[in-house]
């Protein structure tokens, strides 16, 4: 080809404008609100030069309402494509904010549906970034029927690749329920928010002042609502930690995840471990301390950090393989289980399940959360959940009982038969139906009336009860649990159990799906 | 009187292993008491024998609970019991019970502790044997109404103190007249909490004054000496954070005179033991008796620096009986000697409590240093207990050279894993009103501008290693192998299944 | 205590403090702080019980990471504690703009300083309140410490009650501004 003919002279100016229509001014826009343009963001995102664009100079539709105007620039507000992160393919869309809003016009979301198919047919993750100003008024239904084609894709794909939302800016009406449907959502601190009817709708319909942080910004998401899943103070760090928690998931549904070489040993025994749960049952700790001793160093990620902080969950590397941990957290609320931590519990499992992660349960839980507002809102059917992911899942499963692990929490959290494939207990591990005091005061109620200093016998059978009934042997002897373990061993023991699961496989029961009490 | 083999040491931390040290170093077998709240504590690796009490199911906390105390004693039967500072210290019923259960209290008579302990009678006791006092309320304060009534007479600004309070607990200072039924309440109510005691009383509060005390010695046999003074201004909210003997505020005349009045205090009360008579003293050198406290003091290291005598032998000695072998004029003092308080406290945001776990402690003793710690390398500092770890106590022929050694030890102190009182130690010790001598109980609030001390490029050097680290991180992060490759590789049994499932 | 050289060359970070005050410093790792005009050399030292120093201008300082939250770190020098925010070129921008333009959340919430016991409550709800007044008194470490409110405005919420034990950073009552 003449490369100064006119047939790529034609080319060369198509790429020029593509160019031009997103020069300085354009990335400044959005630097000057404190948000990266959408290219940048995938820079930062992908390996150095392996992002490859695709539909880049489609146009937007003319709409048939004759409404408004449209912009003529390409790509229609979103940019699409796949590419490389460290080293592995991942698909991506990026809404543009610089061309009408990031509105979602009927070309925007054929874009989106395209790369949600080609994501789902080589069996890659995809990562949703998105800056957008809702439907495109213009196009009317053809918007709306895009948000459709898209829901439907994100849950097509669900469970068989990982997907990810990060929201970058507005995130408002129908929009909220792509990310909602996708495995994670990252959100970035003052300039993301997300909400079904924004502040204006409030205002006109409640008559209350709600701001746009108050109503759906990171923080309410990350600790109240818990639709965020991870929250950052700016882009760039967002977008790293979108990389990591990448790096710790297959690509796909019948893959294992990745591998990370680590240095940290193998047989590594701790001594730390015998000191960090206190003698005194009362007392709370860091579950994080042990988890960080347990695991290969510094390689915990959090999910839902902020939310239901009584139970942690997150993602770590043990011996250099990825593994899911759901660990109650006796420093928050002594760690009881309530509706938020088995919703948040109950999810995680399922994802974790659903990519081949195995899972270690770490338990120290004092029962259910008792009260009339837990009650009345469900406690039971939420509480369902987290025993039916446990159950349902069939990635390898070990548990450690490291205190308190009392009646119906007992069982929920992924005991033997439930399916838990090792169970072992520290020798400070309590099983039993019920608390001590609790138990006594059942046990022993005639005794307890009839004596003149109720409160002083109560504490005295609690602890005969803690000494003789709570303790692990009896489980031990019994078989419900496999071994107690000296606690500074831990991590070579579930490094051996692991090990030794690696080939589980479970045969599901023929049938279209279970049905999990939502 | 018996001659003492064993104690138990009815206390925790730095005092514990203070008074075990000593026990030990005459013969004495000592016992110490395990809890639930601190089972793996510091001050049960410097005990002979532990008790352990961490079974056992109360409210009371254990270093109060007298029943239990006296049980193990007679249990062990063990001779002697030492309770430290706070707790039981200052608590008639168990000294008595002591002495009914023939087990000796090494300290003052119940009766003593009793009449001393309470402020109403200890100030009748002084002005009658012609101690200057400060005008207050004589006895206690019934009412919001009747705190009014004697704050006009008296005259504003007044404090309000627990009638059987100490250590700055139920301490209320009133400014003027729209304060004094809120702060009458509080007082009130703190002294409720703290002692089982609401009684509050009331006196003149004298603006910028130095805390003065004495330290007297009293045996069986009707000898009384002091031990000189300690000047413990340096505090804040009433507790004290360094404390120096002597004190730059004094010449002998003061001293003996002040001495004197400690003694006829001591005298007057049938005393018996160690014991610390506290007054203030104004900027014109007049001094007022304010309370005397019946049991060894934190502060009492730099006593024994500057006389070369070992209190806690004494309290022991004196308990079985000895008498003392020194007059008043053969007690010489050598030298200065400061005590730094080293609190797990954050002075940056107005000294409250740090909880967390010392990772690390490293000090440097010396001739000039000594450190009286509760505390090592991996204790845990707990809500449970007062917030103070250890002391540091150093010395010098002159002040100057004490600031300069306490200084130099301060530089050298480091500890990981908690905030501590550290960098308000070096601001004190750097400021040149303390270096002068002139300080008072408010110097804190007036005399300093900053209560911790910095070094001029700190903060860049805290910017730095946080952009070094957070440098190193990214670098990992961007850095870190991922091999997908390996999760690829799956044995054909599991394939084959999970194929089979899908 | 070793930093190996970064791959990337010319990085640069805008370390900024809470009193607003910002330090620049362009690739750390190279161990350099400019000093005036010139770059004096940094000397990082451990001993064997693992306490770090900083060595700079023939001065030394002891430095701990106590506490470190994404890019927000709290750093001990010498003892004493020092909040910085670490941001690249592009994310100390997008701060500067949040800061002017994004307006703060109108509750403000206290919370507990260090877990205790709730004493009393000084204060009810809808009550107007001034910066300084006291809010309530937390009972911990055997002693009553006064929580003052640092802001003024209305009470909107008081989420416990006397004698109910909290834990450190519970929060204790919410503020409208």
Redesign the interface.
């Known amino acids: 080809m003449d490369i100064n003919g006119k047939i790529f002279k034609n080319f060369q100016s198509r790429v020029e404008r593509l160019k031009t229509q997103n020069g300085p001014d354009k990335v400044k826009k959005q630097?000057?609100?404190?948000?990266?343009h959408a290219r940048e963001r995938i820079a930062l995102l992908f390996d150095k030069n392996s992002f490859e664009e695709l539909d880049a100079f489609v146009t937007s539709a003319t709409p048939d309402t004759g409404f408004g105007k449209i912009d003529e620039a390409f790509g229609d507000g979103v940019v699409i494509g796949y590419g490389r992160i460290?080293?592995?393919l991942v698909y991506v869309y990026s809404q543009d904010f610089t061309v009408m809003g990031g509105s979602l016009g009927s070309v925007h979301a054929r874009k989106i549906m395209k790369v949600q198919d080609l994501a789902l047919r080589v069996g890659a993750p995809i990562i949703g970034l998105i800056d957008s100003g809702g439907a495109r008024i213009q196009e009317g239904v053809a918007s709306l029927s895009g948000y459709a084609g898209i829901f439907h894709r994100n849950v097509q794909s669900s469970g068989i690749i990982p997907q990810i939302s990060v929201i970058l800016g507005p995130a408002a009406g129908g929009a909220v329920y792509s990310p909602a449907l996708t495995d994670f959502v990252f959100m970035t601190k003052?300039?993301s928010y997300m909400f079904v009817t924004g502040p204006d709708v409030v205002r006109e319909v409640l008559n209350e002042e709600v701001?746009f942080?108050?109503l759906g910004g990171a923080d309410i998401h990350a600790k109240k609502s818990g639709v965020a899943h991870f929250i950052?103070?700016?882009?760039?760090?967002t977008l790293?930690a979108v990389?990591?928690l990448l790096?710790f998931f297959?690509?796909n549904n019948?893959?294992?995840?990745?591998?990370?070489?680590t240095n940290d040993k193998k047989d590594r025994i701790d001594e730390k471990l015998r000191?960090i749960v206190p003698?005194?049952t009362n007392k709370?700790y860091d579950i994080k301390l042990i988890i960080d001793l347990l695991i290969d160093k510094g390689t915990f990620f959090e999910v839902s950090e902020h939310f239901a902080s009584n139970l942690v969950v997150g993602l770590a590397r043990l011996n250099g393989k990825a593994i899911g941990i759901v660990a109650n957290q006796p420093?928050?609320l002594a760690g009881v289980l309530d509706i938020n931590s088995s919703l948040k519990g109950a999810r995680f499992i399922r994802f974790c399940d659903a990519f081949n992660i195995p899972l270690l349960t770490l338990e120290d839980v004092p029962g259910f959360l008792p009260g009339i507002d837990q009650e009345h809102n469900g406690l039971i059917k939420h509480g369902a959940k987290l025993l039916f992911a446990y159950s349902e899942a069939s990635v390898p499963k070990i548990t450690v009982i490291l205190r308190k692990s009392y009646g119906g929490a007992f069982c929920v959290m992924n005991s033997k038969n439930l399916g838990g494939d090792y169970n072992f207990a520290w020798p400070s591990a309590e099983i039993a139906v019920m608390g001590p005091e609790g138990a006594v005061s059942i046990l022993y109620r005639r005794e307890l009336a009839k004596s003149d200093n109720p409160k002083?016998l109560k504490?005295?059978l609690?602890?005969k009860y803690r000494q003789e009934i709570a303790n692990p042997y009896i489980a031990d002897e019994k078989g419900y649990i496999d071994e107690v373990i000296d606690p500074s061993e831990t991590r070579k023991k579930l490094i051996i159990a692991f090990e030794s699961l690696?080939?589980k496989?479970i045969?599901?029961p023929a049938r279209k799906h279970a049905n999990i009490p939502l | 009187m018996k001659k003492i083999k064993s104690i138990l040491i009815a206390n925790r931390g730095e005092i514990a292993i203070r008074i075990s040290e000593t026990a030990k170093k005459m013969g004495i077998k000592v016992y110490g008491i395990k809890t639930l709240k601190e089972p793996s504590a510091y001050y049960l690796q410097f005990m002979d024998e532990i008790i352990d009490f961490t079974e056992i199911i109360s409210d009371i906390p254990e270093f109060l609970d007298i029943d239990r105390l006296i049980y193990s004693i007679k249990e062990y039967n063990i001779d002697a019991v030492h309770p430290g500072y706070g707790y039981l210290a200052e608590n008639p019923y168990f000294a008595q019970k002591c002495i009914d259960e023939k087990i000796i209290f090494i300290g003052p008579t119940p009766d003593a502790i009793y009449k001393l302990g309470n402020k109403t009678i200890a100030k009748q006791i002084a002005s009658r044997n012609n101690v200057p006092l400060l005008e207050g309320s004589n006895g206690n304060i019934k009412n919001p109404k009747h705190a009014k009534q004697v704050a006009e007479k008296i005259g504003y600004p007044v404090i309000l103190k627990a009638a059987s309070g100490g250590g700055g607990r139920g301490m209320r200072i009133v400014e003027s007249v729209d304060q004094i039924e809120k702060m009458f309440k509080m007082a009130q109510n703190e002294s409720e909490k703290a002692f089982s005691d609401s009684s509050v009383f009331m006196e003149k509060y004298v603006k910028n004054p130095r805390h003065i005390e004495f330290q007297i010695l009293a045996d069986h046999y009707g000898n009384i000496i002091h031990l000189g003074e300690r000047e413990c201004s340096i505090q804040r909210k009433h507790q004290k954070l360094i404390e120096e003997s002597p004190s730059s505020a004094l010449n002998d005349d003061l001293r003996e005179k002040m001495g004197n009045s400690a003694i006829q205090i001591a005298k007057a009360s049938n005393y018996r033991n160690a014991g610390t008579v506290e007054f203030l003293l104004d900027e014109f050198g007049d001094y007022y008796f304010m309370e005397m406290n019946t049991r060894i003091q934190v502060e009492h290291p730099v006593t024994e620096m500057v006389t070369g005598l070992d209190l806690i032998e004494w309290q022991i000695k004196i308990a079985q009986g000895e008498k003392l072998t020194m007059t008043q004029q053969e007690i010489k003092f050598n030298g200065w000697a400061i005590e730094c308080r080293i609190n797990a406290e954050d002075v940056q945001s107005g000294f409250s409590p740090y909880l967390g776990t010392i990772e690390k402690i490293q000090v440097s003793k010396g001739k000039t240093c000594r450190f009286d710690t509760g505390v090592t390398d991996g204790s845990i500092v707990t809500p449970y207990f007062d917030s103070m770890l250890a002391k540091l106590i150093c010395t010098g022929e002159t002040r100057e050279k004490a600031i300069t050694n306490t200084l130099a030890a301060l530089n050298k102190l480091y500890i990981k894993g908690i905030k501590t009182t550290i960098p308000f130690h070096k601001a004190v010790l750097n400021n040149p009103k303390f270096i002068s001598g002139d300080i008072s109980t408010s110097f804190i609030e007036k005399d300093m501008k900053k209560l911790y001390f910095q070094e001029d490029d700190e903060e860049l050097i805290a910017a730095f290693w946080a952009t070094i680290n957070h440098n190193a991180e990214l670098d990992k992060e961007n850095e870190t192998y991922v091999d997908y490759e390996k999760g690829k590789i799956i044995t054909p049994w599991l394939l084959n299944k999970r194929l089979k499932s899908m | 205590m070793m930093f190996s050289k970064s791959k990337i060359k010319n990085q640069k970070f805008i370390a900024c403090t809470s009193g607003k005050k910002k330090y620049e410093f362009i690739n750390p790792k190279d161990l350099t702080i400019k000093s005036g005009k010139d770059k004096e050399p940094i000397e990082i030292t451990s001993d064997k019980s693992g306490f770090v120093f900083i060595t700079w201008k023939n001065k030394k300082y002891q430095v701990e990471i106590i506490d470190k939250n994404q890019n927000q770190y709290e750093i001990a020098v010498n003892g004493v504690t020092y909040s910085i925010s670490v941001e690249s070129p592009f994310s100390y921008k997008r701060k500067k703009y949040l800061d002017k333009n994004v307006p703060v959340s109108k509750i403000e919430r206290i919370q507990a300083p260090m877990p205790g016991k709730i004493v009393e409550f000084l204060v009810e709800e809808n009550q107007e309140i001034k910066a300084g007044d006291p809010l309530l008194i937390l009972e911990a470490m055997k002693m009553q410490n006064e929580i003052i409110s640092s802001i003024t405005g209305k009470i909107k919420n008081i989420n416990f009650g006397p004698e109910d034990n909290v834990m450190k950073d519970d929060i204790l009552i919410e503020v409208e501004k």
């Open positions: 630097h000057d609100k404190g948000k990266l460290n080293g592995r003052k300039t701001s942080e108050d950052y103070e700016d882009e760039e760090n790293l990389k990591k790096s297959p690509s019948l893959e294992n995840p990745p591998f990370v070489e000191a003698d005194d709370p420093k928050v002083q504490k005295e609690a602890a690696e080939n496989h045969e599901p």
